[in-house]
C-alpha cells in the first residue's frame, strides 16, 4: 500500500525558521537544483483542499519529477498523494471529491492512461487500456462519464525488429518541436461510462477535435476544431456543440476566420466563455486573445474585452454563472480582471506589479490563483475577505539563504521616440556603473513581467546589471505595440534595445565600455541583429537564433508564418535579404559571442546556431558553439540548464572583466 505523508505545515513556524536565516550569499547556477515549482492548482468540490502538482529536480539521475500535494484551504496541513506513483499530469478532482484522477504510463503500457486515486491514500489503480494517445480528459459534473480527447494510434513503430519504418509525409507542414516529423493520424472525442467502462466514439475523420469539455448538465460537449479544406495552411479554428442527449450532428457556433479556442460552459448552462483572436487573418502571431460569451440559447457572441487591448492569458467562471475572471497582461504585469456577462465595465480584482499565473473556481464558489513577484516564486494564494492569502510557503527554503536581488521598472526612449517599458535586476538599490547585461525575452509575442526570474537573478548574482527590455513586437502593451515588427525583423526591436541601453548609460547604472547582450529563440535572433548593428557590446551569447533566414524556411515549424508575413523566398527575395542582415554582415561585428543551440530543436534549428559559428569563424571573431544533445527548444535537463547559466557568466566575465 502506498504510504500517506501528512505534513504539518504552521505558520508561525515557517515564520520563526525564516527569522532566524541570515541570507549569506546571492542566487548562483546550482540553485537550479533547489527551486521547486508549483502547478496546475485545483480547488475540490467542497473548497476545503486544494490540489496542485509540485515538481523538483532530482539531481543524482539529472531529471525533473513530480508529485501530487494537497494542502487544507487554511494552509495548515499538507498531503503529499503520489509519493510513489510518478510522472503524473493532467490530475484532476472527481467530480464527488472522493479521488484524483490523473494521466500517467504503467509498467505494460508506454502510452499514458487514466488512473484514479481515493484521496484518504492508498494505491493508485488504472481506468482505462485505450489503444491510442489519450491527451487530454473532461469529466461530468455527475461523475458517470469522461470525455476523452484521444490520438489515433501510431503504428510506425509495432515492427518486431524495433526499427521505425521510414517518415512518409504529404502534409504542407510536416514538423513540430517537441512532436517531430508530423503524420496524418487525427484526434477526436469519445465519451468513456465509468461505470461499465465502455468507450464510444463521438467524432471521426479526417479533421481534429479538441479543448472538449462537458455542458453543466452532462447533456452536450463543446469543443474545438479546424474544418477548412487544409488545416496546415490557416490557424482557423471554430467552436462546435455536440448534442448528446439528441444525439445530432455537431453545430458549429462560431465562425469568425481566425482561432477561437478553449470555450467553457456556465454552470447555469446558458453561456460559453472563449478566447477569440483580435484578425481573421490567415496567419498573424501578432495577434492577441479577446474574451468572449456564446449565448447558448440564440448563438448569439459578444466580445468582453474588446475595448481592453491586452491579451487575456486565461479565464475561469464565476460559481453563479454571472462573472468571468480573466488573467490580463499589462505592461510587464500579469493580473485579475473581472468581467460581467452583463457587459458592465471590468473591474480590476489585483493590481500589482506581479504575476497572477493561473486562476481556479470551483463549485464551492472560492477561488484560487498561483503568484509571483520578483523576489519570490510561485505560491497559491485564496480569495478571502476580499483579498488573496497566502496558503503555500513552499518556496521560503529556497529563498532563505539568499541575498536579495533588487528589482525594478524602467522605461526608455528609442531613436524614433517610441516609449519602452523594462526591468532592471542588480545587487544593489542604487548601483552605478555596473557591467550591464541586456538578456532578450524570446517570442516576440511575450512579455518580460514582475514574476520571479530565475535566469536575470543568476546574472545579476554573479555581479551584473541585468535588463530586461519589452521591445515592440512584445504583449502587454497593446496590439499595435505588437504588430509593429510585422515583416519588418530586426529594425524596431533593435533601436529599443539600444535605447534601453542608452537609458541605463545615461542614469549612470551601466558602464558603456562593459556591456553584453543575450537571449534565446527570438532573443537570440534579436542579439544577432543587434551585434550586427552596434559594435559597443563587448560579447554576446545567442541562443537558438537565427541569421540566414533563407536557411530556416521548411526546416523549421513556422512555414504558415512566413508565406503570410514575408512571402515564399523565392517570389521575395529582397525581404529575406534584408532579414538575414547579420550573416551577410558578418565582417562588421566585432562582437565575442557563443552560439548555443537544442540539437533536436525543429522550432529554431541548430542550422542557425551552426551557420553563424562558422561564419564567425571563418572570419576570426572569437565564438564557441553549445550544442545540447537530444534536447528540444526548451532545454530541460537540469545539468544543462546550469552549464547555460554558467557559460554565460564565464563568458561575461572574461570579456567584461
Not at 188 to 210: C, I, M, P, R, W
Request: glycine letters at 6%; hydrophobic letters at 35%.
Amino acid at each position: 500500500m502506498q504510504k500517506l505523508y501528512r505534513l504539518t505545515v504552521l505558520l508561525l513556524f515557517s515564520q520563526w525558521v525564516n527569522a532566524q536565516t541570515t541570507p549569506t550569499r546571492f542566487i548562483q547556477p546550482s540553485d537550479v537544483y533547489r527551486l521547486q515549482q508549483i502547478q496546475n492548482a485545483k480547488l475540490s468540490p467542497e473548497g476545503n483542499w486544494i490540489m496542485y502538482s509540485q515538481s523538483s529536480i532530482d539531481s543524482a539521475k539529472d531529471k525533473n519529477s513530480s508529485k501530487l500535494y494537497m494542502v487544507s484551504w487554511d494552509g495548515k496541513e499538507t498531503v503529499c498523494l503520489t509519493e510513489q506513483t510518478q510522472g503524473v499530469g493532467s490530475a484532476q478532482w472527481s467530480p464527488d471529491g472522493k479521488y484524483i484522477s490523473f494521466l500517467t504510463s504503467s509498467k505494460e503500457d508506454e502510452n499514458r492512461q487514466l488512473f484514479l486515486m481515493d484521496r484518504r491514500g492508498g494505491e493508485a489503480f488504472q481506468l482505462t487500456k485505450i489503444k491510442g494517445e489519450l491527451q487530454s480528459y473532461n469529466w461530468s459534473n455527475d461523475g458517470k462519464k469522461i470525455i476523452f480527447v484521444i490520438k489515433d494510434p501510431a503504428t510506425a513503430d509495432t515492427s518486431k525488429s524495433k526499427i521505425r519504418k521510414p517518415y512518409e509525409i504529404d502534409r504542407f507542414q510536416f514538423k513540430q518541436d517537441y512532436e517531430g516529423y508530423l503524420d496524418n493520424r487525427k484526434t477526436h472525442l469519445y465519451l468513456f461510462d465509468v461505470a461499465s467502462k465502455k468507450l464510444d466514439t463521438l467524432t471521426k475523420g479526417n479533421k481534429n477535435e479538441q479543448d472538449a469539455s462537458f455542458s453543466a448538465d452532462g447533456n452536450a460537449v463543446v469543443y474545438v476544431s479546424n474544418i477548412t479544406s487544409d488545416p496546415d495552411q490557416n490557424s482557423n479554428s471554430d467552436i462546435f456543440l455536440l448534442n448528446l442527449a439528441a444525439k445530432s450532428s455537431p453545430k458549429q457556433l462560431t465562425t469568425f476566420k481566425g482561432p477561437n479556442n478553449s470555450p467553457a460552459f456556465s454552470a447555469d448552462n446558458q453561456w460559453i466563455a472563449f478566447l477569440q483572436s483580435t484578425s481573421a487573418e490567415n496567419y498573424n502571431m501578432y495577434e492577441q486573445n479577446q474574451l468572449g460569451i456564446i449565448n447558448v440559447k440564440t448563438g448569439t457572441s459578444t466580445l468582453l474585452s474588446a475595448n481592453l487591448d491586452r491579451p487575456i492569458a486565461g479565464f475561469t467562471w464565476s460559481a453563479d454563472s454571472k462573472d468571468i475572471y480573466a488573467l490580463v497582461e499589462d505592461d510587464r504585469k500579469q493580473n485579475i480582471v473581472k468581467f460581467g456577462i452583463d457587459k458592465t465595465s471590468p473591474i480590476n480584482v489585483t493590481n500589482e506589479e506581479a504575476v497572477y499565473s493561473s486562476i481556479f473556481t470551483g463549485k464551492s464558489g472560492k477561488l484560487i490563483t498561483t503568484y509571483s513577484n520578483p523576489n519570490i516564486p510561485n505560491e497559491i494564494y485564496a480569495w478571502e475577505n476580499g483579498t488573496f492569502r497566502r496558503v503555500t510557503y513552499l518556496q521560503d527554503k529556497f529563498t532563505a539563504p539568499l541575498k536579495k536581488i533588487y528589482v525594478r521598472g524602467f522605461q526608455s526612449v528609442s531613436a524614433d521616440k517610441t516609449l519602452v517599458s523594462g526591468i532592471l535586476y542588480t545587487t544593489e538599490p542604487d548601483a552605478k556603473n555596473q557591467p550591464l547585461i541586456l538578456f532578450i525575452h524570446g517570442g516576440p509575442v511575450a512579455q518580460d513581467e514582475y514574476g520571479f526570474d530565475m535566469a536575470r537573478q543568476v546574472l545579476a548574482g554573479a555581479g551584473f546589471a541585468v535588463a530586461a527590455v519589452n521591445y515592440r513586437g512584445s504583449s502587454g502593451r497593446g496590439l499595435a505595440f505588437c504588430k509593429a515588427i510585422s515583416a519588418d525583423w530586426g529594425n524596431k526591436e533593435v533601436q529599443d534595445i539600444i535605447g534601453a541601453a542608452n537609458y541605463l548609460i545615461k542614469t549612470g547604472v551601466a558602464d558603456s565600455t562593459r556591456m553584453a547582450i543575450a537571449g534565446w529563440s527570438y532573443g537570440g535572433i534579436l542579439t544577432n541583429y543587434t551585434i550586427a548593428t552596434d559594435n559597443r557590446f563587448k560579447a554576446a551569447v545567442s541562443g537558438a537564433g537565427s541569421s540566414l533566414q533563407f536557411s530556416i524556411y521548411g526546416t523549421d515549424q513556422y512555414v504558415k508564418q512566413y508565406n503570410e508575413e514575408l512571402g515564399a523566398p523565392w517570389k521575395n527575395v529582397k525581404k529575406w535579404m534584408d532579414l538575414s542582415y547579420p550573416f551577410f554582415k558578418v565582417e562588421q561585428i566585432k562582437t565575442p559571442t557563443i552560439f548555443m543551440a537544442s540539437q533536436n530543436d525543429f522550432n529554431v534549428p541548430v542550422a542557425g546556431a551552426e551557420q553563424m559559428y562558422q561564419a564567425f569563424k571563418t572570419t576570426g571573431i572569437p565564438t564557441e558553439l553549445i550544442i545540447y544533445p537530444n534536447q528540444n527548444h526548451g532545454v530541460s535537463v537540469p545539468s544543462y540548464i546550469i552549464h547555460r547559466y554558467q557559460k554565460h557568466i564565464d563568458w561575461f566575465k572574461k570579456y567584461l572583466k
